[in-house]
Nanobody, 114 residues
Framework: QVQLVESGGGLVQPGGSLRLSCSAS????????MRWYRRAPGKQRECVAA???????DYVDSVKGRFTISRDNAKKMVYLQMNSLKPEDTAVYYC????????WGQGTQVTVSS
């Protein structure tokens, strides 16, 4: 059983920044691939950023150059730094861990609005 807890969401103006954090309960955290997903109102869930156990990263085109995913294996944490936020980034953001199966956090709301 892996528990994931997200934090850092909130309300921000367009052009602003937020940093999401996700803590994991597993002692095998370094073996997990980690991803950030989001679900916007009326839209399907999409993966916005991923980082492998070896630190390789990948991003959906809409966030490239604005979002950065990182991990700290010693702290069992994964982060999503979000800069130059746009109203279309408004969504519930979910932390995901994968190692033979998927584990999900409860989500954190990000609202980008003036």
């Amino acid at each position: 059983q892996v528990q994931l807890v997200e934090s850092g969401g909130g309300l921000v103006q367009p052009g602003g920044s937020l940093r999401l954090s996700c803590s994991a309960s597993t002692n095998s955290f370094s073996s997990y691939a980690m991803r950030w997903y989001r679900r916007a109102p009326g839209k399907q869930r999409e993966c916005v950023a991923a980082i492998t156990s070896l630190g390789r990263t990948d991003y959906v085109d809409s966030v490239k150059g604005r979002f950065t995913i990182s991990r700290d294996n010693a702290k069992k944490m994964v982060y999503l730094q979000m800069n130059s936020l746009k109203p279309e980034d408004t969504a519930v953001y979910y932390c995901n861990a994968y190692y033979t199966k998927d584990w999900w956090g409860q989500g954190t709301q990000v609202t980008v609005s003036s």
